[in-house]
């Protein structure tokens, strides 16, 4: 497969890297090449199989337009542009193309999400949650923080979930689910040693997309891998 990678930071990098071990083709752009999208044209997405953006918010939103309007198929690493998700999985479905999306693309990370649903069931328990990221990290609280609180809240509707969010050196990320109950804490943790877990989902995850029309979550397919 021949993939496009947007984004030369240290996820995008891996991306890359881990994307040529499998045994694929791959294209990447930095910010700079792809200013407002303006590399994402026809001839550009043409024999791609998939596009795979981590970049900002900002210009995931501009990417993810582009290449949804070509009826292209987008993996979306990029977090902090949830508010244009209704509109993105319209534009995917209206031109034939392929959006699939995530807070976290770790495994790990998928089975911690797993676990937090089993965790929520709980009952007189009350939930917090912790989060950890480099300081370059723009976003606060995370994406993958803000799914552990929708996965509590799904389970128990009136529960107030607290997270704590900390910006510190190069941390890769690190998030703690903690149910306090009377008689006891229970403690879910997840420490992502290096990014290559990210870049490796995020692989395997525009593997499964190629050739498909539609829009997922991450979380609702990472089984299928």
Known sequence: MLFLVL???????????????RGHGVRVLDL?????????????VAGVDV???FTNA??????????LALGARIVVG???????????????HKRGGALLF???????VQKLFALTALLAKLDAYKFEIGETHHTSKLDAPSGTAITLGQIIEAEQPD???EITSHRVGDATGVHVVTAIGES???????EAHSRRGFALGAVRAAEWLAGKSGAWEFREIFDQL
């Open 32 to 44: 700079t090449e792809n200013r407002g999208a303006s590399a994402l044209t026809g001839p550009t």
């Open 102 to 108: 995530g807070t976290n693309f770790s495994i790990g």
């Open 51 to 53: 596009v795979v953006d």
């Open 159 to 161: 529960a107030q979930v």
């Open 58 to 67: 900002a210009a995931a939103v501009e990417n993810m337009r582009a290449v």
């Open 78 to 92: 990029t977090t902090g542009w949830y508010e244009k998700l209704n509109e993105m999985k319209l534009l995917a």
């Open 184 to 190: 006891d804490t229970l403690t879910l943790r997840h």
């Open 7 to 21: 984004g030369k930071g240290k996820t995008g990098s891996i991306v890359a890297e881990v994307a040529r071990e």
